[in-house]
């Protein structure tokens, strides 16, 4: 029934490519940061209101939510995410970005769509066409999420901007990331599929002086330095080999001049885990490391830890994974669909809406990486070894998913995965 289906959803696609391909460019080429996707909201809207959605803009900040009413049936949430990062690219592609834009902090900084999120909105789009073009071949309902800021966690709040009474309220909840696998390839796993992401921000605090008396000081530095280290043995020390946890120092910042000690040192740390259990030891740890450096050091004063952009596990309902991989696999073919050995280090706020619904949540992602990255890798390793590091991955400068067959990738996964959902009343019609 599925592949039938989903046949019926993907007719045309090939006529679309090209239109997706110029909007991909164009996205890339003008990525914007975090709940500031202004114009890329402005091209989401445009288009799902001439491919004749009912659209709301301004949801959660810059979000934009499309919903599809096609008469009775289930309701599918597709999910796509829309921000880029503060990253200087560096692919060289004709349709690279030169943008900059300003952070939160107020800072100029360089922007790109290093995650691939350009890709996703793409997708979406292309899977929401055909949705529309092809209204005689499902039932049921589409409500289609163009998420702000994703890299900060800004699901939660379109949540908080009254998501769930807004909208129609899904019965299952879809989504997608693409990722530096070969492209073609679409993996996932049941149960926990991406880590948790804590980020802490930490001030430590010395005694600043002259360079030429440290005896006189407190210097914080030295103290930034040790905590730095002595961070390193949290995972491999108190957390089990067979657990997955990480744990990054991603910032550090301290002083102004090399004979100057300075009065504070900034880090900020990031913490990745997959069991709540090995959440709670770890950012146990760091707390406990943090405080014993600062009072070794004999800190005039404890240091500040403040939590930020939390992210949960996120987690795929079993029986729905299961589903979604048969109908991908019916339509892309067994050879490209794969079950994950392991949950990824990596961290999304999908898993919001359907822990925010209550419903079964389904991430799967999908490779872009050039072919020619693994011409002498036996593919079958692929999944026992990691990917090689030789091909840039997700928020890397180099970042550069090849937009075909990519994008077609993509929406038929959007698709195939859907139809099974929406698809499901030729059972009962016919
Ligand atoms: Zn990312
Ligand atoms: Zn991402």
Redesign the pocket.
Known sequence: MTAASAARLLSGLPDRLPGLLALYEDLHAHPELSFQEVRTAGVVAERLRKQGWEVTEGVGGTGVVGVLANGEGPVVLLRA?MDGLPVRERTQLPYASQEMGVDSEGNKVPVMHA???DMHVTCLLGASAQLAAARDEWHGTVVAVFQPA?EVGGAPAMIEDGFLDRFPRADVCLGQ?VSPAPVGLVGTRPGTVMAASDSLRVRLHGRGGHGSTPETTVDPIVMAAAVVMRLQTVVSREVGAAQTAVVTVGSLHAGTKENIIPDTADLRINIRSTTPAVRERVLAAVERIVRAEAAASGAPKEPEITGFNPFPVTVNDAEATGTVLTAIAEVLGGERVFTLPEPLTGSEDFGVFGAALGVPSVFWHFGGADPAFFEHIDPDTLLTDGLPDTVPA?HSPYFAPVPEPTIHTGVTALLAAAAHWLCAGDRREK
């Open positions: 995410d995650c691939g999120h994703e990331h997700n």
